[in-house]
């Protein structure tokens, strides 16, 4: 089985090389191609990655390159990890639209239209040279903002389920706080990409009983705090949000945060330049623990997991991905991307059924979902009327006299990216 990793040369990609060298047993892989344009960080990551493979006894080859034919050609699955632009962009995703007193963050809000109109159209570049080297194998995109580009990739027929780590960090949460195994827990996890709910966290499966609400009674104390929300707003809506939703529920307040410290950005290109100091040492073979401040926990296992039930013959398994609505929520479109509990096998991912949503919740997600409409479009199209449009549609956004601002910001902070500007 080869595999091909598309941003090879992340940080996060020894998070990942760990997976794939414990859980071999769960998915064999005989080749990893890390593939990146970036030749001197590829080759950091790929000498640590051949390290940690050797410790762990695992067979398999590790190949780098910076030539995407020849690194995807005969994939059986290609991940997808990209940052266009790089952490410089990103911080002025975390940057420009505080301006405006609006929230700046890679995924939500104005920054994360600016890193879906940077990156959709290189991804959907990527996935035609994939469906040319490699026609038959699966795309798993990590790549943010997850449901927006994973919408494009599904639009242009491509074969693609999209993932993100928010679900399986909770599961894993949950079941340290009741003291079971994560495989025994099971989260009734329903909304959109970076905006999710745990409405149910059952014990046994989709059948098995909720213990959600003895959750909030005995740990609603931790898991606000992780939340950083306020006890009484879990007490309150009786489910857990995803820690995203906090840019909706208290947006003046993070407003108020992000403009008196330093950007995540510049700690994460901070971090980054400690982590390649760390991988260049060639005694190295293990992932170092400032890893997992970094961010991505358990991506490993959660891309493993997908790789394995897409590619494996062991029947379908339960996951959260990020895949075609198709009626499972009856008020979003079938081609609107969700993030639900899904049935996956060979074939992909289909949604299991979920209960009616409270309007509280179902409200903003159709909100978001059309925003996602306006954001593909753009990113699709191009032009400054569409970016603006899309800005006006999003919920932390909604005045004309923001969007012309933030447009303006957008723009001008992106012109190296985006040809039609």
């Not at 998915?27 to 960080?41: K, N, Q, Y």
């Not at 995203?244 to 208290?250: K, M, Q, T, V």
């Not at 970016?387 to 969007?403: E, F, N, R, W």
Request: glycine share 10%; with cysteine; hydrophobic share 45%.
């Amino acid at each position: 089985m080869k595999l091909a990793v598309v941003g090879g040369g992340s940080t996060y990609t020894p998070e990942l090389i760990d997976g794939f060298a414990r859980l071999r047993d769960t998915l064999p892989v005989s080749e990893l191609a890390l593939i990146d344009p970036a030749a001197e960080r590829l080759e950091l990551i790929g000498g640590l990655a051949r390290r940690i493979f050797a410790r762990q006894g695992h067979p398999g080859k590790i190949t780098t390159t910076s030539d995407l034919d020849a690194g995807v050609a005969g994939a059986d699955a290609v991940l997808l990890q990209l940052r266009i632009g790089g952490q410089a962009a990103r911080l002025q995703d975390e940057t420009w639209p505080l301006e405006c007193g609006c929230v700046g963050q890679e995924t939500t809000g104005a920054g994360g239209l600016a890193k879906a109109l940077r990156t959709v159209p290189v991804v959907l570049d990527i996935a035609e040279r994939v469906r040319r080297s490699a026609p038959d194998a699966w795309i798993i995109d990590f790549t943010n903002p997850v449901g927006i580009v994973t919408r494009a990739l599904l639009a242009a027929g491509h074969k693609a389920v999209g993932l993100c780590n928010v679900a399986i960090g909770l599961q894993r949460k949950f079941a340290a706080l009741l003291d079971v195994t994560p495989a025994e827990i099971h989260l009734d996890h329903v909304g959109l990409n970076h905006l999710t709910w745990e409405t149910g966290v059952r014990l046994g499966g989709p059948d098995g009983t909720d213990v959600l609400p003895g959750l909030l009674a005995e740990h609603g104390e931790a898991i606000a705090a992780d939340l950083r929300l306020p006890r009484p707003v879990l007490d309150r809506l009786g489910v857990v949000p995803s820690y995203y939703l906090r840019y909706f529920y208290a947006h003046d307040e993070v407003v108020r945060e992000l403009g008196s410290k330093p950007s995540r950005a510049a700690e994460v290109a901070a971090m980054e330049k400690e982590l390649l100091a760390l991988y260049g040492d060639p005694a190295l073979d293990e992932k170092p623990a400032l890893l997992a401040k970094r961010g991505g926990a358990f991506y490993s296992e959660a891309a493993v997991d997908l790789a394995a039930a897409l590619l494996g013959d062991g029947g379908p398994s339960v996951q959260v991905v990020n895949t075609l609505n198709n009626g499972t929520l009856p008020f979003l479109a079938d081609d609107a991307v969700v993030e639900v509990q899904a049935r996956v096998d060979r074939s992909g991912a289909v949604p299991l059924a979920v209960p009616r949503l409270d309007p509280l919740y179902a409200g903003l997600v159709a909100h978001v979902s059309a925003y996602e409409d306006l954001a593909l479009d753009a990113a699709l199209r191009g032009g400054r009327e569409r970016v603006s449009k899309a800005l006006l549609a999003h919920p932390l956004i909604g005045q004309y006299d923001l969007a012309e601002g933030l447009t303006d910001r957008l723009l001008a902070h992106n012109k190296e990216h985006l040809p039609w500007a």
